[in-house]
């Protein structure tokens, strides 16, 4: 082998040793340089941790001012009605309602009516003489004016409203419930035989719930009302359905004051006294 090819042979030897060389202290310096980047992560992993919990804190804290508000609000229909079923139940001394149907949801949202259906039919056996009741409802007239205008888009489709999956299975239940007589026929069954149920649901209510306990009066109240005791859910109804109805929780003593006030009205403009 002449010397060419040996030069040539240590020189790869060389650059072999280098490049090793080189690779070891570059391994060394990636997994040092991993480990900072895992310390690096582990940290800011950390952080988020800690700026969740801090947001968790501040909404818990928000949370809790708006509990400890004297007045608040607490939901369109779809949402409230669990709140009164609530009020109602903690009932000690007086209950006053204020509202146009005595079936109040008991068509679109049944999982909250039929509780306060119990919760009240409960205060008239258990809480009898220790518990008053008294409620104010609107005749069977404006009841009626009422329901049509609620349902104002669905008089209008009908047909189309009926065949809806959706609509089907809550018309079938709502059917069961005050015509348990009668073979259901959704199909044939026309948008005056509908808005006859909520008819027939508020007169079997007040003939048994709320017997001996309402008044009816001769105009829809744009205001509704649940005074329970020192506390009170009230609810304000738009004429146009879309705006629904807004309703809010209090405890201000004022303002419980003058619903009631509001209630007492209501009682001197009754056409039709049940209380006996």
């Keep these: 082998m002449d010397n060419n090819t040996l030069n040539l042979l240590n020189l790869i030897n060389i650059a072999a040793a280098i490049c090793s060389a080189v690779a070891f202290i570059y391994a060394i310096y990636q997994g040092r340089n991993a480990k900072k980047q895992a310390e690096l992560l582990k940290n800011i992993g950390q952080q988020a941790i800690d700026h969740a919990k801090h947001l968790q ?100 489709n009908w047909e189309s409203y009926k065949s809806n999956p959706e609509n089907i299975n809550k018309i079938e239940y709502f059917f069961k419930r005050y015509e348990s007589n009668e073979i259901i026929d959704i199909q044939s069954m026309t948008e005056d035989k509908f808005f006859d149920l909520f008819e027939k649901a508020s007169i079997q209510l007040l003939n048994n719930t709320y017997k001996g306990t309402y008044i009816e009066i001769n105009h829809r109240p744009p205001i509704y009302i649940w005074v329970v005791d020192n506390e009170a859910i009230f609810a304000f109804i738009s004429t146009v359905p879309a705006y629904g109805v807004q309703a809010f929780y209090t405890r201000d003593q004022g303002l419980i004051s003058a619903l009631k006030n509001i209630h007492k009205e209501y009682e001197e403009q009754r056409i039709d006294s049940l209380a006996s």
Excluded: W
């Excluded at 009020?87 to 209950?95: M, T």
């Design 57 to 156: 804190q501040q909404t818990d804290k928000m949370e809790h001012i708006n509990k400890s508000m004297s007045t608040r609000y607490i939901g369109d229909f779809s949402t409230y009605l669990k709140d009164v079923v609530e009020l109602i139940s903690k009932a000690e001394k007086e209950v006053l309602i204020v509202c146009t149907l005595p079936c109040h949801g008991i068509y679109s949202y049944p999982k909250y009516a039929e509780p306060l259906r119990l919760a009240v039919d409960k205060i008239r056996t258990i809480g009898f003489g220790k518990i008053s009741i008294k409620c104010v409802f609107a005749n069977d007239k404006h009841r009626r004016i009422f329901i049509k205008n609620q349902f104002h888009s669905t008089y209008k």
